[in-house]
C-alpha cells in the first residue's frame, strides 16, 4: 500500500529496538554494555558467572536508542540457579530485534562457544557476531576464527572489538543503530538503565564483595536492598543485607574484626553516591540462608524463572 503524504511525513524518524548480548561467561558481556552506553550499568568482576540476572543498557546514538540486554553466560547448568541463568539468556534471545553472540576471541572456539553456536539454530531473525578482546590476537588468527564462526553459524556481520580499550566500539555502535526498526524510544533521553536505583546499587555492593573476596567467598552469597530512606538533608540511608549460606561463610564476609565488611561498604558507598549524585549512608548486614539459591522469592528478586 502505497504512503500518502500526510502517513509519510508522520513516519517516526526515531528507531528503537533490542539487542541481546549472549556468550560464555568471562567473555566480555558486560564490560560491553558498559562502553556501549557509556557508563557503568553492569557490574563486572574477574569471576565467571556474575551476571545473574538481565540488565538493559540503554545506548543512545543519534535518532537510535539501542536497549542492550547484558544476560547471563552460557554455561552447563548444574544448579536451580544456574538453570534458571542459562533460561534467562536465551530466552533474551528470542525476543530480541537482533542477537549478538559474543566470543573471546583469545580464548578461541572451545567447548562453551560451541555450545552457543549450537543453540544459535533454535534463534531466528538477525545474529551480528562480535569478537572481543581482538587486542590481544594477532589479525590472522583472528580472520580464522571469524571464518570458522560463521562456518557454523549465519551471521549478517562480524564487528571485531576490544570492550576493554575501546577498539572498534564506534564502528559497532553505528552498525547496530543502522539496524533498529523505527518506532518511538522506549525510554527517556536521560534513562541509562532499566534497573531500578535499590537494585543497581544492590548490584554494586556485589560486585564489591566478589572483587574484595575473590575465591574466599564462592557464589552462595546473594545482596537485597532492604530500605532506602531520603533524609532531611538529601543524603540517603541505605540497608543492605549480604545473605550467605552457612556460618562460616558470614565470617568470612566480616573478616577479622570488621575489616572485611569494613571495606566492602566504603567501596560500595563510594560508587553508589557517585551513581545517585548525593551522600549515602550504607548500612551492610550479613545474615545466614541456608538455600537461598533455592528459594522462589529470591528468584523473583533477580526476575529469574524459578521453575525448572
Known amino acids: 500500500m502505497t504512503q500518502t503524504p500526510i502517513e509519510a511525513a508522520e513516519a517516526p524518524r526515531t528507531r528503537c529496538g533490542v539487542v541481546a ?4 561467561p568471562n567473555a566480555g558481556k558486560s564490560t560491553l554494555v558498559n562502553a556501549l552506553v557509556g557508563v557503568k550499568v553492569s557490574i563486572v568482576t574477574h569471576k565467571v558467572q556474575t551476571t545473574r540476572a538481565l540488565v538493559r543498557g540503554i ?4 535518532d537510535s536508542q539501542v536497549i542492550l540486554v547484558d544476560t547471563p553466560g552460557i554455561f552447563p547448568p548444574k544448579r536451580r540457579l544456574d538453570r534458571a541463568m542459562v533460561r534467562t539468556a536465551w ?11 559474543l566470543i573471546d576471541a583469545k580464548r578461541g572456539i572451545d567447548e562453551g562457544v ?12 538477525p545474529k551480528c557476531l562480535i569478537l572481543n578482546k581482538v587486542d590481544l590476537v594477532e589479525k590472522t588468527e583472528l580472520l580464522g576464527l571469524a571464518q570458522e564462526a560463521n562456518a557454523r553459524a549465519k551471521f549478517d556481520e562480524t564487528f571485531m572489538i576490544s570492550a576493554q580499550n575501546g577498539s572498534g566500539i564506534a564502528h559497532l555502535k553505528t552498525g547496530l543503530c543502522d539496524r533498529m526498526p523505527p518506532g518511538p524510544w522506549l525510554y527517556p533521553e536521560d534513562q541509562i538503565s532499566d534497573l531500578p536505583e ?7 555492593t556485589r560486585e564489591k564483595l566478589m572483587l574484595r573476596l575473590h575465591d574466599e567467598l564462592p557464589y552462595a552469597s546473594t545482596v537485597e536492598t532492604e530500605q532506602w530512606k531520603r533524609l532531611r538533608d538529601k543524603s540517603v540511608r541505605i540497608e543492605q543485607t549480604i545473605y550467605v549460606e552457612r556460618e562460616s561463610q558470614k565470617k568470612i564476609v566480616l573478616g577479622q574484626g570488621g575489616q572485611a565488611i ?20 550504607l548500612f551492610l548486614f550479613v545474615k545466614v540462608r541456608s538455600r537461598w539459591s533455592d528459594d522462589p522469592e529470591r528468584f523473583r528478586e533477580m526476575g529469574l524463572d524459578f521453575s525448572n
Request: hydrophobic share 45%.
Open 262 to 281: 569494613r571495606s566492602i561498604s566504603q567501596a560500595a558507598r563510594a560508587e553508589i553516591s557517585q551513581m545517585i549524585e548525593r551522600p549515602v549512608h
Open 91 to 101: 530466552g533474551s534471545a528470542q525476543d530480541a530485534d537482533i542477537v549478538c553472540p
Open 198 to 204: 535499590r537494585m543497581l546499587a544492590a548490584e554494586i
Open 21 to 24: 548480548l549472549i556468550g560464555a
Open 114 to 125: 560451541e555450545r552457543m553456536l549450537s543453540g544459535l539454530e533454535n534463534v531466528h531473525g
Open 59 to 62: 545506548m543512545l546514538e543519534g
